[in-house]
Structures are given as C-alpha cells and as structure tokens.
C-alpha cells in the first residue's frame, strides 16, 4: 500500500475529547546513531496540535524511544505526520497541517532538510509521496501533485489534477492519483487523475465513484481503488480499473482500505452485523474475496492502518488506541499469525524496517 489514511470524522472527535485525556509518557532514551535492528515509525498526532512524532522501536532490546525526531532535530516535527518513505539514501516525511516535508539522513536518522509546501503564503495541505526515477511526486490536497527534485530537494513542476488529491500508486510509467474532494464534501470528486511519468502531465481522469481514497496496482498493473462514497447514503466500494482500456468494475462488498501483499491485496472493511473492523485477503486474478477475516483483531482496539513489509515478510497494523492516548503497532507474519507489539507514539501511520 502503500497504505494512507484520513479519516476526518474520528480526528474532529479526537480533537474535542484530547484535552480531558493524557498520552502515556514517552521513553527518554538516547536514538541510537545509527539505525538498525529496528523500526522507525511515523505517528501522525493530533490534528492542529502540533504534536506529530518519530518513534525509533529497538527489536533486539523490544525498547522503544517516541523522542526519535526531537532528539536528532532539536526542534518539534510538526501538525499531522501523513506519510513516512524511505528512498535511496533518505527518508521522506510529509507533515499534511504544517505543510512540510521533512528529508531524513537514511542512516542516522539526522534532518537533512525541510522543504517547504507552500504556495506564496498558502498551504499547499502535502499528503502523500512516491517516487519514480529522480523524481518525488507528492500529492498536495490544493489540487496538484508536486514534483520534487531527489538529488537538489528543490520543487520542479506542479501538476493540476482533482479535488483534494490523496493517495497514489504507480504502474509502468503511469501515475494514479485519487482525487478525493474530502474538503469539498457534499460535492467530492470521484476521479482518478493518471499522469504520464516521462511528461510529467495528466493524460486521462477515470471515473470512478465519489470520494476516491486508499490506491494500489496488482501485479498485472490493474489499478483498484476504494470509492468511499459519502459515509451515508452511498457506500464504500472496491473499484477495478483496467490496465488497457481504463475500464471500471464495481464489487459489492464494502471496502475502506487497502495494502497489497505479494500477489494479494489485503481490504480492511466494516463488518456490517457487528459494527468491528476486519481485514478480508483479496485475489485480484480471480477478483474473489478468499478469505473473509484473514486477521484476528480482537488484539486491536482502534485500526488505524497496515502496512506490509515485503523484504521482512511482516504485516504491521497500526493501533490508534481510541486516537487520544500512544497507540501499538502489531506485527503479523504473511500467512496472518500475530507476532509482536510494540508501544509507539500517539496515531501510527508508516513505518520503516532496519535490518
């Protein structure tokens, strides 16, 4: 996936409830000077509380430090960590509220440097980052995908596309973008803008559905993205669109989320008779649903996320822990057997293995 996620209801209610709840306090420990036999994990905070983190999680001492950022910068991360990659020798983080990208030393963890997302004096809301050849390609909810310079971290291009664009994934030398229209609700957009890589220009917007979020292309670079509807009247769908012909087929199962895992996608979902998350195992080749509770969540207490390993062969799901206290991310090996959990910082988002 990679999988984003935003989920504008649960922030507004966490906002209004955080100031009668207390965080856990975090570990002092020391980072370490250089990274490995760990994870770095991204923690998106409270929205307009300033209070996005780093968390470094040792696996050789099970030891965690949530003062990662603070420690290696000297300085706060900022409002609403939306996104965490890692590419060549850097990490990129994208800071949504405080309209940043922070670029990380991909050894040590040492700030490298912050580039700014605005638009004279306007947010240009960055959300979230992939990369193709020298290019970062971020998508900012003003409208445009911006493309970032990797060697000289300068902004060389915008490209216009939807409302409020979000997620992203790539497949050959195509780029699909959700166009969401969060911000423009009840009139959302309901298109997937795609952009030429080597032009670096919208060639086509497929429709999809209203409110396009979490993206991903299958091994044959079919592109299956979740129209999430209005949280209402109109639900929240799987949608195909074909590699050659753009065309889309709708599956009637309800879908919120998705992150491919090998040759599967995995679809986090609402189960309608009791009203709790469960992540179904889905064949895109035979486009069936195989499995309809591949993970046991009852280990989780507010999912927030997941996000595959490949190289570790790990899925990690992100507990929120009710969006107002430090939250857990939890390790499942490939075949869905739970393993380890960690105690993070306050909303998990990304994560980064070290080997």
């Known amino acids: 996936m990679r999988y984003t996620k935003y989920i504008y209801i649960l922030l507004f209610v966490a906002l ?47 030891t965690t430090n949530n003062e990662f950022f603070t420690q290696k910068a000297n300085r706060l991360l900022g409002d609403t960590g939306n996104d965490m990659q890692r590419y060549g020798g850097k990490i990129y983080i994208v800071v949504n ?3 940043t990208i922070e670029v990380l030393n991909a050894t040590t963890g040492e700030p490298i440097q912050q580039i700014s997302m ?16 020298n290019k970062a390609l971020v998508s900012c909810f003003d409208g445009f995908v911006d493309v970032i310079d990797t060697a000289t971290l300068s902004i060389t291009k915008r490209i216009p596309v939807g409302l409020n664009p979000e997620s992203m994934t790539i497949a050959g030398q195509r780029l699909f973008v959700s ?3 969060g911000l423009n609700a009840p009139t959302m957009d309901s298109t997937v803008s795609v952009i030429d890589l080597n032009a670096l220009s919208e060639t086509a917007k497929v429709v999809v559905g209203k409110n396009p979020g979490s993206i991903a292309a ?10 999430r509807g209005n949280y209402g009247s109109i639900p929240s769908r799987l949608k195909r669109i074909d590699a050659v012909t753009f065309a889309v087929t709708s599956y009637a199962f309800e879908a919120s989320g998705i992150e491919k895992m090998e040759n599967s ?3 986090s979902y609402t189960n309608p008779s009791n009203q709790q998350t469960q992540v179904a195992r889905f064949n895109p080749q035979t486009e069936q649903i195989e499995d309809t509770d591949f993970l046991d969540l009852s280990v989780v207490q507010t999912f927030a996320g997941m996000q ?8 990690v799901v992100m507990d929120a822990n009710g969006y107002t206290t430090t939250g857990y991310i939890l390790e499942f090996s490939k075949a869905g057997i739970f393993k380890q959990k960690y105690h993070v910082g306050l909303i998990p988002n990304s994560i980064i293995y070290y080997e």
């Open 218 to 227: 299958d091994n044959n670079g079919n592109i299956f993205v979740i129209a």
């Open 179 to 181: 166009n969401s229209g």
């Open 308 to 315: 595959y390993d490949p190289a570790q062969e790990l899925l």
């Open 16 to 62: 209004v409830v955080v100031t009668s709840c207390k965080k856990n306090p975090p570990e002092t420990m020391d980072s370490p000077a250089v990274l490995k036999h760990g994870i770095l994990v991204l923690n998106e905070g409270l929205f307009q509380l300033n209070n996005a983190s780093l968390s470094w999680v040792d696996r050789t001492t099970n």
């Open 97 to 99: 509220v405080s309209s």
């Open 118 to 133: 605005l638009n004279g004096s306007n947010s240009k809301q960055p959300r979230n980052i992939v990369f193709s050849g």
């Open 265 to 267: 996608l995995l679809i």
